[in-house]
């Protein structure tokens, strides 16, 4: 296998879905990992007959054997991994009151110690390739709505673990993050429900004119992968349409 070959996580449905499909067209290799089985059933058979460089495997991130399985899984398939792309997330949106103890360990669990072990389990293979590694992070790990305690605490955790694995990795490895504001991916989910219908208040409060498409992270993922751009280290990338640079008065 000469083409570079990307494991994408949470890759079933939204950003991580389109990030792959964008992947496949522009020549590489895509191991699209995902937990829940519908999503990953409908990928396939949707990715899959088109794609004959796309791998699908069902893998919980949070469960380290299932991560070192799917990691050898991948390497058997396509005898190397480049790139990895940290991507599954789950987020539950209750008051501290309801939320429970398990479901914040939920979060814990997937959206931080899971790239914890993808990393982990990648980087002897990453290293021989010169690879990166891309952790999708969030404008949430830096400000926030309420009740989101889980996500956004473990999002403010990858913005530090990037930053740790780029110091303790390099010059072999590059490690980065991608924080997303409003990404659009109401098209995108297990199911094929309608796109949600944004309103112009929507779009307009955004100063770049419009709210985010899954194709923005998608073409910074593309950037982040290059070669060229191995100057490129321990960042992190906030693509919102501005939002974090507004100043908002009620």
Known sequence: MNKKTVIITGAG???GRATAEFLLNHNYAVSL?????DALAEVQTELGPAHPDAQFLHCDVSDEKAVKKAISD?????????ALVNNAVVMHHKSIDELSVDEWNEAIG???SGPFLCAKYAVP???KQHGTIISLC???AFQSEPDTFGYSASKGGIFALTHSLAVSLGPDVRANCISPGWIDVSGLKT???DAEKLSPADHSQHPAGRVGRPDDIARMILFLLDEANDFITGQNFIIDGGMTRKMIYV
């Not at 991948?74 to 480049?82: A, E, L, P």
């Open 13 to 15: 449905q939204g950003i």
């Open 33 to 37: 990992w995902e937990n829940q089985p």
């Open 74 to 82: 991948t390497v058997k398939h396509f005898g190397r991994i480049d």
């Open 110 to 112: 997937v959206n931080l």
């Open 125 to 127: 293979h990453l290293r």
């Open 138 to 140: 969030s404008t949430r």
């Open 191 to 193: 199911g094929h429900p």
